[in-house]
């Protein structure tokens, strides 16, 4: 080993504070995006994987009813590979010892053979047998719910008719990773279920013989979906065709794919903070200790080594100190993108994962960590190289300092010594201070969106569930009923006040644009349902006109408030309505249409029907209203105000939190780097002047505090701007999280400012405990001796 | 001359363990400083003259032996009990100024006042010292000589009863060297600090009143002058 590689393994050690401050804000870096972009990459394969085993469909719909025949000019369309037709029904189970309302959708199996698209994935015991009658599989989600294994038996009530069943499997499926019930926001895996059972004894309960209800389509290669969905739909029109719609809007994969795109854009944006931070602080800390080593820089050229050999020694150095974060930050990004495809596994329900490790996500982080440690070393290395050794091996003279702008404008007579100091200080390196300030505004930032996560999904279930869906619970007909099936919900024991809602499967159009949704009939002045305006304040729906979703408005169809759009309903008569656009509401989850109630059934040419009803109920009454609920053979499922809430924070919970802790750790990781190399390179650089202090009679507090000072004022100046970016960031996520499903508001609690706050001056705090204890070694001796 | 001692030494033993070697600085030495005396203490590299310098000024322990200054033994004071000495009783003169880079000359002089208990204003000390033309400048501003006549006025400022000054005109030219010492010489005379000088140059020791020689960690020698020279007389 050279001399040169034994003093770099002892440099090393003698910095290996600094180097395990850089290294956790490297590991921060690195971490981030190997987690991120592993979990991307495994998920988006694992996803094709599984679609392409399962031979999930590419266009999509449902219909009220046509002959088996119809499948053969189906067939025949032009683009059409291979289609499937099946039996699907709406259900309500009955789960022994469970006593809220359970419901669900059977889907149909061929009769004999494997399906031909949207196969099951088994998991626990089997498909049911050929012809069998009475066996269903069950979903694994629901049957992780009710602890259901092949050999269980439940009932199902189909067109009110009860059948027992009995559990052969436990399956999964691509079309349902993420299975909502009707009228439902998210999955409830104890109250909705997906069971498969074979076609012909579905198609008998369901009085569906020789006829089918959905269709799945798989496409030639080259053929635009959009031209089988138009001639799908206008084939299967006179069937009361739904309206097909392609892979793109089918919702579960809808979802899946909104899912990864967010963990996309994460994996942009906390990667990128970290490295940049990193390289900042890589920076600042290498070309700090070569300033301080050009007295030996200054003897070794003098004894000959050449500038090569000295630029090689410091990147050496520098590699060293970088390779630690860097191989610690893919250990510990591979081991987080384990855990975090876990529960994006379980989450939605995927049969098996494949981890995808790229070598180019490894490259990456390494090539971008090398270029900013690199950068930061050639610079300070060439300048300390190309000083003559005569020169360089001198101490470097007095640093020039000058009085501070707050001083000259009159402040100095109220600043001490010490404080002019620390402007001093500040002042005379400007570049470093405000890079050191753009540090720790970058970990105040990333600590915020770790909580704006939070404060959002806070106040979008407050706005949901607080002032806009007030019902305790909604119960959905089967079919379009008439309004006074809302005096028999109100005359149950225990039901305070019930408002009916029509809502209508269309789409709506807008010169070229169009989006399916429901256009939702509402009472005037119902006070349980209320659509809300920019300021959360009640809109009234018109009696004429239709309101619709600020997003849906604007960023879908390009309608503004005075035009007219054009509303194909998908039920019944399928009219083709033109209304006037008349307000525009304000809501986070999900898009919606809403008319007045008796204008949708005087247009849709029916008698005052309605598709559901919202309750206000007596908490207490809870079960003896369900009990009589499943008596009601309409009511095709109910949705609990109270179970949405707690089933939305759990998703939020499970995907979010993960991450949240993540982020949180790495941002302080962030701050604590900073702040300590900031103080660990001020009590390097200024040693011998503090212990001069220090000699002269200033006590350990007095020196510290010009040392902490420094530190302390760039902190306190860093947490407004680190509060700004902080914003900026979650404006950032907000909108880039924003789709039909869901809009994320930019809404930052003033907790979320402290947090971020509190935890950057915990890590002041800690850096001033270590910089206390090293002031007690200040050697005070030495500041007396000959330098040599 | 008054006879009022400042600092009493006995068997003063400083012995450095390095790994497993033990370095034996000083081997019991006993001194007494007198109010108002200004020594040189000579000696080779080694000789035990730095180490002594730093236990007086309380900057380091003795192994064994005792200072009394004013009642007080510094070989058994705490920390912050040396701390408090070294604030209120000693002014210190280092080998390369040890000025902070950040304050001008009077800041820097003010850095000391401003915690000292009796000291002069900035502007006098300096003015002592012939800086007083100088006041505002920052150390990148002022040469070598400049920069030590500030630190002198910097260890003078808190009126100290005793000025530890180690290798003071060390890193200076002679004509620079010898408008330092009259600095301290005049410092020594119009306000009576007791001044210790650490040097090397034999010469330095023609202006002091008593000098004392130093040789493997024992006082090898000490003499009065019978006259001190002024150090515009001294060359070397």
Known sequence: ?788 | MSNDVVFRARGLTKIYRMGEVEVVALRGVDLDLYRREFVVLLGPSGSGKSTLLNILGGLDSATSGEVIYADHDLVRASERELTEFRRHHVGFVFQFYNLIPSLTARENVAAVTEIARAPMKPEEALELVGMGERLDHFPAQLSGGEQQRVAIARAIAKNPEVLLCDEPTGALDSTTGIVVLEALARANRELGTTTVVITHNVVIAGMADRVIRMADGRIAGSEHNTERKSPSELAW
Do not use: C
Not at chain 1, 9 to 15: E, N, P
Not at chain 1, 406 to 422: D, K, S, Y
Not at chain 1, 462 to 489: C, H, I, K, N, W
Not at chain 1, 553 to 572: F, Q, Y
């Open chain 1, 1 to 788: 080993m050279g001399v040169l590689d034994r003093k770099l393994r002892r440099d090393l050690w003698h910095l290996r504070g600094m180097v395990l401050a850089i290294s956790l804000v490297l590991l921060g870096g690195i971490a981030t995006f190997v987690m991120a972009r592993v979990t991307h990459r495994s998920l988006a394969e694992t996803r094709l994987m599984y679609y392409a085993d399962q031979r999930f469909a590419e266009v999509f719909t449902s219909l009220v009813r046509a002959p088996e025949p119809v499948a053969e000019r189906i067939a025949a369309l032009p683009g059409v590979d291979r289609i499937e037709t099946r039996v699907v029904a709406p259900v309500n189970i009955e789960i022994e010892g469970y006593g809220e309302p359970v419901t669900g959708r059977i889907v149909s199996l061929p009769d004999h053979g494997e399906p031909l698209l949207n196969a099951p994935w088994l998991r626990l015991g089997r498909l049911p047998a050929p012809f069998a009658d009475e066996e269903v599989t069950v979903s694994e989600d629901f049957a992780r719910a009710h602890r259901l294994e092949p050999g269980d038996r439940i009932a199902v009530i189909v067109k009110g008719k009860r059948r027992p069943l009995t559990v052969v499997g436990v399956s999964l499926s691509p079309e349902y990773m993420y299975a909502i019930p009707p009228g439902a926001m998210f999955p409830d895996y104890e109250r909705y279920g997906i069971l498969w059972m074979n076609r012909r004894a579905l198609a008998t309960a369901y009085e569906m013989d020789g006829a089918f209800n959905d269709l799945s389509v798989t496409l030639q290669r080259g053929t635009s979906p959009r031209d089988v969905i138009d001639a799908l739909d206008g084939l299967l029109a006179r069937y009361g065709g739904l309206g097909a719609y392609d892979r793109e809007d089918q919702f579960s994969h809808r979802f899946i794919t909104e899912e990864l795109r967010q963990l996309a854009t994460m994996a942009t944006v906390f990667p990128v903070i970290f490295l940049g931070v990193a390289a900042l602080l890589l920076n600042v800390v290498v070309t700090r200790l070569v300033t301080l080593e050009r007295e030996q820089i200054g003897t070794l050229k003098a004894f000959g080594y050449d500038t090569r050999a000295i630029l090689a020694h410091y990147l050496k150095l520098v590699l060293a100190m970088v390779s630690i974060g860097l191989a610690a930050g893919v250990g510990a990004g591979l081991w987080l993108a384990r855990g975090m495809t876990a529960i994006y596994q379980n989450f939605y329900s995927f049969p098996y994962l494949r981890l995808r490790l790229d070598a180019d996500v490894f490259v990456q982080a390494v090539v971008v960590t090398l270029l900013a440690a690199l950068a930061g070393t050639l610079l300070a290395v060439r300048r300390a190289a190309a000083l003559p050794p005569a020169i360089a091996m001198r101490p470097e003279p007095p640093p020039v300092y000058r009085a501070t702008f707050l001083e000259r404008a009159g402040l100095q007579r109220r600043l001490a010594e010490p404080t002019r100091m620390i402007l001093r200080d500040i002042a005379r390196r400007p570049l470093r201070s405000a890079l050191t300030v753009l540090g720790i505004a970058a970990a105040v930032g990333t600590l915020m969106i770790t909580n704006f996560s939070r404060d959002a999904v806070g106040w979008m279930v407050d706005v949901q569930y607080g002032l806009s869906s007030r019902e305790d619970m909604t119960v959905l007909f089967t079919e379009p009923t008439p309004q006074r099936a809302l005096y028999s919900l109100t005359s149950l024991e225990g039901v305070e006040h019930a408002e009916g809602f029509r809502a209508v499967p269309a789409r709506l159009v807008y010169r070229h644009r169009s989006y399916r949704t429901e256009v939702e009939g509402v009472e005037p002045g119902a006070e349980l349902q209320r659509a809300l305006d920019a300021s959360l304040a009640p809109v009234p729906i018109p009696s004429e006109g239709v309101v619709l979703t600020e997003y849906l408005a604007n960023e879908i169809l390009g309608i503004a408030p005075g035009e007219r759009l054009r509303i194909e309903v998908l039920e019944g008569r399928r009219p083709v309505l033109e209304v006037p656009v008349v307000g525009l509401t304000r809501q986070y989850l999900g898009v919606n249409a809403y008319m007045n109630r008796a204008t949708v059934n005087r247009l849709l040419r029916e008698g005052p029907a309605i598709s559901g009803a919202r309750l206000a109920v007596d908490a207490a009454r809870i079960d003896t209203i369900y009990r009589e609920l499943r008596r009601m053979p309409r009511v095709a499922g109910t949705v609990v105000r109270e179970n949405s809430i707690q089933q939305f924070n759990e998703m939020m919970e499970e995907t979010i939190i993960f991450f949240s802790f993540v982020t949180a750790l790495l941002g302080g990781f962030i701050a604590f780097g900073v702040v300590y190399n900031s103080a660990r390179i001020a009590i390097s650089e200024r040693g011998r002047e503090l212990a001069s202090l220090r000699v002269l009679g200033f006590t350990r507090g007095e020196v510290g505090y010009i040392l902490l000072g420094e530190i302390a004022l760039l902190t306190l100046l860093a947490i407004p701007p680190g509060f700004v970016l902080g914003r900026g960031l979650s404006a950032y996520l907000a909108s880039s999280f924003t789709s039909d499903l869901y809009r994320v508001p930019l809404v930052v609690q003033p907790s979320t400012y402290a947090l971020a706050a509190s935890i950057v001056l915990a890590s002041l705090a800690v850096s001033a405990v270590l910089m206390w204890r090293k002031l007690a070694h200040l050697d005070l001796i030495e500041v007396l001796k000959t330098r040599e």
